[in-house]
């Protein structure tokens, strides 16, 4: 059974900063594109960003780019998102994902494409 489980949200201020993780066992981990979504109470999901299974090539969503950074460490099957500058309205869950397939495009963007998602962390950044 594929698992992969989120860490790191917690609340705090605007501005501040937060890194979350993913883990997953190996054969879950690789050679798989993994991505962050996000999900606010009454909203539809959002893509965050996404990273290749080498680490090369990263996909943002326009909301955080700029401010959030995807990373992986494929030798400890974990995947991390570094949250800078943090905003009221990136309050939300967050979840990372497995793509179901090999491609590395904008396709990423759009959650139908992945296969499996972990339970999720909660992000509070409160003003």
């Known amino acids: 059974q594929v698992q992969l489980v989120e860490s790191g949200g917690g609340t705090v201020q605007a501005g501040t900063s937060l890194r979350l993780s993913c883990t997953a066992p190996p054969r879950t981990f690789n050679p798989y594109v993994l991505s962050w979504f996000r999900q606010a109470p009454g909203k539809d999901r959002e893509f965050v960003a996404a990273?290749?299974?080498?680490?090369?090539?990263?996909i943002y969503g326009d909301s955080i780019r700029g401010r959030f950074t995807i990373s992986r460490d494929n030798s400890k099957n974990t995947m991390y998102l570094e949250m800078n500058s943090l905003r009221p309205e990136d309050t939300a869950m967050y979840l990372c994902?497995?793509?179901?397939?090999?491609?590395?495009?904008?396709?990423?963007?759009?959650?139908?494409?992945?296969?499996?998602w972990g339970q999720g962390t909660q992000v509070t950044v409160s003003s």
């Open positions: 990273i290749s299974w080498r680490g090369d090539q990263t």
């Open positions: 994902a497995r793509a179901s397939g090999a491609w590395f495009d904008s396709s990423l963007t759009t959650p139908v494409n992945y296969d499996y």
